[in-house]
């Protein structure tokens, strides 16, 4: 062997020994001196049975270990106390550890700790830094008790028979909002009782943890609210809500936690029971953003209970069997800012037994949702607390179902397109709250919302205002393209739709006077049908004077069928009616005016001036009235039951019916009618006026033929007690013009044999001297050729109605043809004949009365002499005695 060789042999066995030796007196050093090292240059006592170290590796071995702080008050390290059985460090850096007072491995292995930590405060006062001088890649415990506490002494969290790993764990106690105290790459996770308190207000408890292929689970979850709601109302006064939730099962896969992030798949909550707190107060909203993210892919929640309990105790909301499934639940920053702070890429939700409570109830029997579609089985609706001046509803819907087309927020705005929407068998009332006027000019968080279609279908539905229940039965109800979007400059909400359907029977409407029915109603935007109409008086002729302060006329009516064919829109902001030919079949009406009760002031319209304050475009090109009966009834407090009129046959055209507002389009009216007066002759009268023309100028003429003087008998009769006894009306002409102020014109009247008899108070005896004069100043006979007379200076009663002015018209006409064309003065003629007869028969009864008054006293006067005889005769017998 070369010398040079063996020289390098020899060095090298030299440096090994002297390497082993080194290592032997380190490691002698470190069991002997280690102890009172630490004791001296670190914050800790430390004791151990065996210490084996290896400063190549930089592995240390422990055995037996204990550990307590020197100084327990000092807040600013982190404290320990406990046992370790077997403590093991790998790769640890022996250079920080001695000089700078910092433990760094790569990975710590405890064996059976039986540890409590005290953590740091979380900011060094002098530096402003982060005090942390235990750093480790991995941590690995076996069957520990742990207990970490905050540098107030208060218990952060604890768990026992503790095994775990965990990759490049951090544990610190954040003053930061938005981050968590213990966060790490990798876990492998078991345990029991597990214990956290997050904050002062709150708890967590779980009995087991346990971990097998990257898949976790845990058992009997809960939160637990560490103050009754009474004492957290007291000590905390701004917070609106307060929680308790339990989960007896949980499993999740893949578990990431980071200082402002939770991220896991597969999450399995089985059985949780939520329940919430209301204290009443409303949230502030914070300006703060938030950095903290929540990534959850598949969550399942089955057969969840949760109950939402008002200020009051009482229950707001309560959900039995939910189940929900969520498919890449995200919360972030960018998500916190929108109305709903969360997204999703699917979902599908179930629930039963679902019941809300606060001014309306509402309680579902069973639900289904997710992003496309929903299903709703049993719902009810019923009034609730506080419901005065609300609009509240109490109605039950078997099923209700509806499908999404689009549901979502743009720029914090509401965003809905539904394709569709069914509600079946919905049974019940809405009863309306009190209007009140409108006085926001916002459209609220609504961008759009578009119904493409809505049905309602066998429903039966009571839509009651100011106690005025309108009545649907059998309703079907089809709406389409319901579009409600913002009005220009933000000012309210638009309502438009398309086009519409509905069918319903046994309609009916109540008013104070009136019950409003029909047998079938059909209704589209293009068609009304409408069977058996009537409107029924709910009260009596005498109920309904003495509940009426003034004049007013009661109406019976009905009609076999009214239909109308055309265009119309009355839903939308662009009202508009536009009808081609509207018909009212078999109509039967009867009016009835009282003249007991006191005259309305009003000022009555002319019937132009009512059209034109229709304050949209309203144009009807025909209006057909056929094979119809109308009759007037009217009374006055000296008639013995009312006068009447009757219309039979009644046949009525209105071309042009409108209110002025289309532009371009005729506004003249012209009304033809043909009927049957007092069903014994034809009449028939032509009406026209200008609904343009702000004059309200008008013109009306007409003709009867062959009435007998005694068909007008009914309406005379019984309070002007005077009845036609003969005659006829060969011909009646009338033909005027007028305006609001009165009207003028023409009246003709051909008439033969024309006589009257004046009657009692009673309307039965004829009263033959006042019939006698009366028929004096009557001309019975017009002749062949009768000449018209002239109308004029009739003037209206602006209080009165269009036909009272019609009706002083023909009353004038029939003055000057029947009494003459002086017929004022006639008229005197005869009231003063009449008053003149009335004087003399007042003084034959007061004659009579004389005559009576002296036969009594004549009857007196004997008397008087009878006992004055008998007085004589006592005394002349008294005298004889």
Not at 715 to 739: D, S
């Amino acid at each position: 062997m070369k010398k040079w060789v063996k020289r390098l042999l020899t060095s090298l066995g030299v440096l090994a020994g002297l390497a082993l030796a080194v290592n032997f007196g380190l490691n002698l050093w470190l069991k002997t001196q280690l102890p009172d090292y630490i004791k001296n240059k670190t914050d800790y006592k430390v004791f151990y049975k065996s210490l084996d170290v290896d400063l190549g590796t930089g592995n240390i071995l422990a055995t037996g270990v204990s550990v307590n702080n020197k100084s327990p008050q000092n807040i600013n390290v982190i404290g320990l106390q406990g046992t370790i059985d077997t403590l093991k460090i790998s790769r640890l850096g022996i250079y920080d550890a001695i000089f700078n007072k910092k433990i760094s491995s790569s990975d710590l292995l405890l064996s059976k700790p039986n540890l409590n930590i005290i953590l740091s405060k979380p900011v060094d006062q002098k530096t402003g830094k982060k005090r942390n001088p235990f750093l480790f890649e991995n941590i690995r415990i076996n069957d520990g008790t742990i207990a970490i506490f905050k540098h107030t002494k208060q218990k952060l969290l604890s768990v026992h028979q503790l095994d775990l790993f965990v990759e490049n764990l951090r544990m610190t106690e954040e003053s930061i909002e938005n981050q968590l105290p213990i966060v790490f790459d990798r876990y492998s996770i078991k345990g029991e009782n597990f214990f956290f308190r997050p904050n002062k207000v709150y708890a967590i408890t779980i009995n087991s943890i346990t971990t097998a292929d990257g898949q976790m689970s845990v058992e009997d979850f809960k939160l637990i609210p560490l103050l009754s709601f009474s004492q957290f109302k007291k000590f905390y006064p701004q917070k609106a809500q307060l929680f308790e939730f339990t989960i007896p099962k949980m499993d999740f896969k893949d578990v990431a936690l980071t200082k402002n992030k939770i991220a896991l798949t597969n999450a399995d909550f089985q059985n949780p029971i939520l329940t919430v707190y209301n204290t009443g107060v409303k949230i502030k909203k914070t300006e703060r953003e938030s950095d903290f993210e929540i990534n959850l892919e598949n969550i399942k929640l089955n057969n969840v209970s949760a109950q939402i309990n008002k200020p009051d105790g009482n229950k707001l909301l309560s959900v039995r069997n939910l189940n929900l499934n969520i498919n890449k639940l995200l919360f972030n920053k960018e998500t916190s800012e929108q109305i709903i702070p969360i997204k999703y890429k699917d979902f599908t939700f179930s629930g039963k037994n679902i019941s809300f409570s606060d001014h309306q109830n509402i309680n579902i029997e069973r639900i289904a949702l997710k992003p496309t579609s929903g299903e709703i089985n049993n719902i009810s609706l019923s009034p609730g607390t506080s419901t005065v001046g609300k609009t509240m509803m109490d109605i039950k819907s078997d099923h209700v179902a509806f499908n999404i087309n689009k549901l979502d927020f743009i720029n914090k705005k509401l965003v809905v397109d539904l394709k569709d929407i069914l509600i079946e068998n919905a049974n019940g009332t809405i009863k309306a709250g009190e209007s009140k006027p409108d006085t926001s000019t916002q459209s609220g968080i609504i961008h759009s919302i578009i119904v493409r279609k809505a049905s309602l279908k066998n429903s039966n539905i009571t839509y009651d205002k100011g106690k005025q229940p309108l009545s649907f039965h059998d309703l079907n109800a089809t709406v389409n393209n319901i579009e409600v979007s913002p009005k220009p400059n933000n000012q309210g909400l638009s309502f438009q739709v398309k086009d519409y359907f509905l069918t319903t029977r046994n309609f009916a409407y109540n008013t104070p006077f009136y019950k409003i029915s029909v047998g079938l109603l059909k209704l589209n935007k293009n068609k009304i049908q409408v069977n058996n109409f009537a409107m029924k008086p709910l009260v009596s002729r005498a109920q309904f004077i003495k509940m009426i302060p003034v004049e007013r006329d009661l109406y019976d009516l009905k009609a076999g069928q009214i239909s109308a064919v055309g265009d119309w829109d009355l839903l939308s902001p662009n009202k508009f009616i536009n009808a081609s030919n509207v018909a009212v079949e078999s109509a039967h009406a009867n009016i009835f005016r009282s003249k007991i009760p006191k005259d309305d002031p009003k000022i009555k319209d002319l019937y132009s001036k009512m059209l034109r304050s229709i304050k949209f475009p309203m144009n009807i090109n025909n209006l057909n009235l056929k094979n119809s009966v109308l009759i007037y009834e009217e009374d006055t407090p000296e008639s013995m039951g009312p006068g009447k009129l009757t219309f039979s046959n009644f046949n009525m055209n209105v071309k042009n019916l409108n209110s002025a507002k289309a532009k371009g389009r005729p506004t003249k009216v012209d009304i033809n009618i043909n009927c049957s007066f007092m069903n014994l002759s034809p009449l028939s009268v032509n009406w026209n006026f200008d609904v343009a023309d702000q004059n309200d100028v008008f013109a009306i003429s007409g003709k009867t033929t062959n009435l007998p003087a005694s068909g007008i008998n009914a309406f005379i009769r019984p309070y002007l007690h005077v009845t036609a006894t003969a005659g006829t009306i060969q011909e009646m002409l009338f033909n005027f013009k007028g305006n609001p102020a009165g009207l003028h014109g023409t009246f003709n009247l051909k008439h033969k044999g024309l006589k009257i008899a004046v009657l009692n108070k009673h309307n039965h005896e004829k009263k033959g001297f006042l019939t006698a004069v009366a028929n004096i100043f009557l001309k019975s006979d017009s002749g062949s050729f009768p000449e018209s007379v002239t109308i004029e200076n009739v003037e209206r009663d602006p209080t009165k109605s269009f036909f009272n002015l019609f009706w002083r018209g023909i009353e004038q006409g029939l003055k000057k043809t029947l009494i003459g064309k002086n017929a004022e003065k006639t008229e005197k003629k005869v009231k003063h004949a009449v008053s003149s007869v009335k004087e003399m028969k007042q003084s034959v009864e007061e004659i009579k009365q004389e005559i009576k008054d002296k036969k009594a006293a004549s009857k007196s006067q004997e008397t008087k002499k009878g006992f004055l005889n008998n007085i004589f005769k006592k005394k002349e017998n008294s005298e004889k005695d």
